[in-house]
């Protein structure tokens, strides 16, 4: 049973960490990226990169 309840607790946790992301495209979302170094951005990060924030 405490099993189960640490587990569910550990879920819920990383479930709100999660829903603090940016959304995809947005203002925030780019300015993100620009932070972070090129070469560690993935394939679809640099793809969407192109389509929301340089091709706007």
């Not at 946790?13 to 560690?40: I, Q, R």
Request: proline share 2%; hydrophobic share 45%.
């Amino acid at each position: 049973m405490m099993k189960t309840i640490k587990l569910f607790g550990l879920l819920s946790l990383v479930f709100l960490v999660s829903a603090c992301a940016p959304e995809v495209g947005s203002e925030a979302w780019c300015a993100g990226l620009d932070k972070k170094d090129m070469g560690d951005w993935s394939a679809n990060e640099s793809m969407d990169y192109a389509k929301h924030c340089v091709f706007k």
